[in-house]
C-alpha cells in the first residue's frame, strides 16, 4: 500500500456533488470493521485489467494476480455480491471467474451482463452495432499503421498503442474520425482508445443500478472508466447516509494520481490487491 494508506483511509470531497458531508477519517481496518456487521447486505466490485490481472503488452495473454482467485472465492459467501465490471467482454471473464458462485459479470462497459454463471445478456440498444464494429475493427487493422494493436469485442473495438507509444497521436486522430463519421463514443484508456456504441452504459451506471438496495459497497480500480464508479457510490452515500462506500484505487504509472486522487485509499499493484483481499475475507468471516 502507498504511504496515503498506511495510516489513514482519507476520504476525499465528492466527486460534482455538490453538498455530501465529508466523514471521518477511518483506517482500513476500521473500514473492514464498519464493512462486516453489513457484509450481507454488502457488494464487492472490481475492474479487471490493472485492478485484478497486471497489465502487459499482449491483452489476450493477461491472467489475475495471485492469490485473486482464492480470495474472491472465499469473500463470496461473506458478502451479498461480488461483480466484475470491466470493458472486456463476458466471455473473457467467465473463462477467468466463471468457476466461482455468487460472482456477477458485467462485460463491455455493462453492455452485457451474466449472473453466477448464467447466460450472457446483451443490451438491446447495443446489438444494431454488431456489424459496424466488426467493419471498423478490419478498417482499423487495413488503414493504421503497423504497432497499432486492433481488439474486437463484437461491441467495441479497442486500439491499443502500448508496445508503439509513438503512435498515440495517430490513433487518437484516426479514431476521432471515425467517431464522428460513425455517431461512435470514445472512451480512452492505459495506452489505448476504445470506440464503442452510443448507448447509455457506463460503469456508473452498473453501480448505480446495482447497489440501489445495498448497504454497503467497496469498488476497486485503476482506470480514468473507474473514476464514474466511484462517483455512484460517492452519490448513492450523499443519498443515504447509512450506506457505506470505499473507493480504492490500484495504482499505476498512467492513470495512478488521476485514479488516486478520486479514492479514499491506494493499493500498490494487483499483486498487493491480492494480499489485501486475502485480508479482506479473515475481516468479513
Ligand atoms: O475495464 P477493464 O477491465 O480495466 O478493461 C480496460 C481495457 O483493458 C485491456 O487493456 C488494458 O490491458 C491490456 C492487457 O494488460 C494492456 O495491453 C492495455 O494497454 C490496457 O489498456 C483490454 O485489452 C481493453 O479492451 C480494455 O478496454
Not at 454488431?130 to 497499432?148: C, K, S, W
Not at 490513433?171 to 460513425?182: D, F, P, T, Y
Request: hydrophobic share 45%; net charge negative; charged share 20%.
Amino acid at each position: 500500500m502507498t504511504p496515503r494508506s498506511r495510516g489513514t483511509l482519507s476520504r476525499v470531497p465528492p466527486l460534482n456533488l455538490g453538498n455530501q458531508q465529508p466523514r471521518t477519517p477511518l483506517d482500513v481496518d476500521q473500514a473492514w470493521r464498519t464493512t462486516a456487521p453489513r457484509a450481507a447486505e454488502t457488494v464487492l466490485f472490481f475492474d479487471f485489467d490493472g485492478t485484478l490481472a497486471p497489465v502487459g503488452d499482449d491483452p489476450t495473454a493477461v491472467r489475475p494476480a495471485p492469490k485473486v482467485l482464492e480470495a474472491i472465492e472465499a469473500l463470496a459467501p461473506a458478502v451479498r455480491r461480488i461483480a466484475i465490471v470491466s470493458a472486456r467482454p463476458v466471455e473473457f471473464l467467465r473463462d477467468h471467474f466463471g468457476g466461482l458462485t455468487g460472482v456477477d459479470l458485467y462485460g463491455l462497459y455493462g453492455l452485457e451482463h451474466s449472473h453466477s454463471g448464467g447466460e450472457t445478456v446483451t443490451e438491446p440498444a447495443a446489438l444494431p452495432w454488431v456489424p459496424t464494429m466488426a467493419e471498423l475493427a478490419d478498417l482499423a487493422r487495413t488503414e493504421l499503421p503497423p504497432g497499432a494493436l486492433v481488439e474486437y469485442k463484437r461491441l467495441s473495438v479497442a486500439l491499443h498503442y502500448r508496445t508503439a507509444p509513438q503512435l498515440a497521436g495517430a490513433v487518437e486522430e484516426w479514431g476521432r474520425a471515425q467517431a464522428e463519421r460513425l455517431g461512435l463514443r470514445m472512451q480512452a484508456g492505459r495506452m489505448v482508445l476504445e470506440l464503442k456504441p452510443p448507448v447509455d452504459q457506463d460503469k456508473g451506471l452498473v453501480i448505480g443500478e446495482v447497489i440501489r438496495d445495498a448497504g454497503a459497497a467497496w469498488y476497486f480500480g485503476d482506470d480514468v472508466s473507474d473514476i464514474k464508479a466511484f462517483a455512484a457510490l460517492r452519490a448513492r452515500a450523499a443519498a443515504d447516509p447509512a450506506f457505506y462506500g470505499v473507493c480504492v484505487a490500484v495504482a499505476n504509472p498512467e492513470t495512478g494520481e488521476e485514479v488516486a486522487s478520486a479514492a479514499d485509499l491506494t493499493i500498490d499493484s494487483p499483486a498487493a490487491l491480492g494480499d489485501f483481499l486475502t485480508q479482506a475475507a479473515h475481516h468479513l468471516r
